[in-house]
């Protein structure tokens, strides 16, 4: 079956950095897009961006654009998402996703990483 | 403020049925598949219906989705106090080239 796992909580200070691992297992790694997706404490759901199947190319929200970088490692099945220039506002429990259909983006939200707390604050 | 605008809060009484709405415009809603996705407290997000009707594998027949134009609707029959949770909408938007989700709506079952 599907799985994906994400790293441990994060507590960082303004300004720092943080790289948030997903190891995926359970399917052809390179057949699908990847979604990152942050929730602040008592918010909804925020899109951050889309990494395609090789890994080679990223789409993220304009909001975080400069800020964030995704990427994938093929040989351990990991993609990771790291944010920096780190902000109390970047308090959140992020998640990686898996797109419902191969080689599609945007097909379906199906597959949900367990979601990793980062913490910002001095 | 979402470009994908969503009640905050519905509420009915176990067995009956709800329906809640997702607006958006022609760059997202209405040339795109909508999703949506139940947040039971706690949890993460979960796939509930996908290009605009469908639903995944174990999903219950008691939820539906639904697209007319530039709006969506997800709509539930027979409440359960299971169903207490937040519901989103999500659809890719063309002119952003961004993924959107709706601001929320939290379903309580009185």
């Known amino acids: 079956q599907v799985q994906l796992v994400q790293s441990g909580a994060e507590v960082k200070k303004p300004g720092a950095s943080v790289k948030v691992s997903c190891k995926a297992s359970?399917?052809?790694?390179?057949?699908?897009?990847m979604h990152w997706v942050r929730q602040a404490p008592g918010q909804g759901l925020e899109w951050m961006g889309i990494?395609?199947?090789?890994?080679?190319?990223?789409t993220y929200a304009e909001k975080f654009q400069g800020r964030v970088t995704m990427g994938r490692d093929t040989a351990t099945s990991t993609v990771y998402m790291e944010l920096s220039s780190l902000r109390s506002e970047d308090t959140a429990i992020y998640y990686c996703?898996?797109?419902?259909?191969?080689?599609?983006?945007?097909?379906?939200?199906?597959?949900w990483g367990q979601g990793t707390l980062v913490t910002v604050s001095s | 403020q979402s470009v994908l605008t969503q009640p905050p809060s519905v509420s009915a009484a176990p067995g009956q049925d709800v329906t809640i709405s997702c607006s958006g415009s022609?760059?997202?809603?209405?040339?795109?598949?909508v999703s949506w996705y139940q947040q039971l407290p706690g949890t993460a997000p979960k796939l509930l219906i996908y290009?605009?009707?469908k639903r995944p594998s174990g999903i219950p027949d008691r939820f539906s989705g639904s697209k007319s134009g530039t709006s969506a609707t997800l709509g539930i029959t027979g409440l359960q106090t299971g169903d207490e949770a937040d519901y989103y909408c999500?659809?890719?938007?063309?002119?952003?080239?961004?993924?959107?989700f709706g601001g929320g709506t939290k379903l309580t079952v009185l």
């Open positions: 996703v898996r797109d419902l259909r191969h080689l599609d983006f945007w097909s379906g939200l199906e597959h």
């Open positions: 359970g399917y052809i790694f390179s057949n699908y897009f």
């Open positions: 990494l395609n199947p090789s890994g080679d190319s990223a």
């Open positions: 022609s760059s997202n809603i209405g040339n795109n598949y």
């Open positions: 290009d605009n009707h």
């Open positions: 999500g659809v890719w938007d063309g002119s952003l080239s961004a993924g959107l």
